[in-house]
């Protein structure tokens, strides 16, 4: 939150140096929208023909300064909405247009509120003054930082209201990332480590002079051997983040692979009471140029997906055909929970986990540090292929891995 205070003290900053180098830009320009706007200040009935021309100018020079302003607001990255202080908005600029959607839900969200926070305030010490701290706003499924300040005229008497807006939805996810990858790695070293000083244990407490227990040291061999893959998958995850994330260029034999990846999983299968099918065609061409480590690791993140998303007796199918002359596409097909609205634009975002639920509304939480959907795109991208997906909560979903295939 820190982070997002200085960034939006720095944005109000920006918008207070372009009003400082306009000479009091801000007061004049909220005194022109306030006459536009027809408060109008007090003015002789019937003005001199001198002074119906000064005030001709007057009002010239005004609707220059206020194009003026827009033209210097359009051109923030910053959202901006000022305000008079009878609560009237006076100005949107398009940042903050596209931030937060109609007037409407401006004032269905929090923001509405934070006009009326300061609305007794009528005297500040400069003529753009912060009001509070900034603060988090959910609007349009969005998450904006928002920066309340009082635009007043040389003398410190308050004219109305500016907020600064900025987009912090990432940063917001980030920090919701860092939480749920720290609780998600803790568990899942857990468990292998549990294992292993267990069996450490029964190992140091046997006589010196009678052998190990085979079993035993099995079992260790076999935990080490977890917590070994799960270094190497953080490891290539970190170069995949680094851009440095390298792939062999060998022939590789897609059919072979689908079956390597499916006989693999056959446990996992028959604890979840599941049927998986895989249907090829075109088998002697689906080949491609790649990494063969790569892809059964890409190809087995989707299937373990759908496995740990589908509910017992729901069917999972595999295809593999050629689109085209040069692609071949791959499918992993489920009749699983599915992907709610709010969880699909992330699910490819590193170490995300959505909150998918069963048709009774039960939270599923398997284990796993989130990367799967991460690390199958990175590697579909990495072979000049690609890989997207489609879902409907309660339908199942549909992962279409597509990859140029090896031309004669």
């Known amino acids: ?64 300064e206020i194009e003026r302003l827009n033209g210097i607001l359009a051109s923030i990255d910053e959202g901006i909405i000022m305000q008079d202080m009878q609560g009237r908005i006076m100005l949107v600029n398009a940042a903050a247009r596209k931030l937060i959607g109609s007037r409407k839900d401006l004032w269905d969200s929090e923001l509405g509120s934070l006009f009326n926070a300061y609305r007794d305030i009528t005297t500040v010490e400069s003529e753009l003054a912060p009001l509070g701290e900034p603060s988090r706003i959910q609007v349009n499924n969005m998450i904006v930082g928002a920066q309340v300040a009082a635009v007043a005229d040389s003398n410190g008497k308050r004219l109305g209201t500016m907020i600064v807006l900025r987009d912090v939805t990432r940063d917001a996810l980030a920090e919701r990332l860092k939480d749920q990858f720290a609780t998600a790695i803790s568990h899942e070293l857990r468990t292998p480590m549990a294992v292993i000083k267990g069996m450490s244990d029964v190992i140091m407490g046997q006589p010196t002079d009678r052998p190990p227990n085979r079993k035993f040291l099995e079992t260790l061999s076999r935990n080490v051997d977890i917590l070994d893959r799960m270094i190497v998958e953080l490891l290539d995850i970190s170069e995949m983040s680094a851009t440095a994330f390298t792939i062999r260029r060998d022939t590789v034999n897609l059919e072979s692979l689908i079956w390597n990846v499916v006989n693999g999983m056959t446990p996992e299968v028959k604890r979840g009471q599941l049927d998986i099918a895989v249907m090829a065609r075109d088998t002697e061409r689906l080949q491609v140029t790649g990494d063969d480590e790569r892809l059964r690791w890409a190809l087995g993140h989707l299937v373990q997906n759908s496995i740990r998303y589908t509910e017992a007796g729901g069917h999972i199918i595999i295809t593999a055909s050629l689109s085209g002359e040069n692609q071949v596409t791959l499918q992993v097909i489920d009749t699983g929970v599915g992907i709610s609205p709010k969880d699909l634009p992330h699910i490819f975002d590193r170490f995300y986990r959505g909150e998918p639920r069963t048709s009774n509304g039960k939270l599923l939480d398997p284990r796993g540090l989130g990367q799967g959907l991460f690390v199958a795109r990175t590697v579909a991208e990495s072979h000049s292929g690609y890989l997207s997906v489609r879902s409907e909560v309660g339908q199942g979903s549909v992962f279409t891995m597509v990859l140029p295939v090896i031309t004669a």
């Open 1 to 64: 939150m820190n982070s997002d205070a200085q960034e939006l003290s720095g944005a109000l900053s920006r918008v207070n140096q372009l009003g400082v180098a306009t000479s009091q830009l801000f007061s004049r320009i909220y005194n022109g929208l306030r006459q536009r706007s027809g408060v109008q200040p007090s003015q002789p009935e019937q003005p001199a023909p001198d002074q119906s021309k000064q005030l001709q100018h007057a009002l010239k020079r005004r609707d220059m």
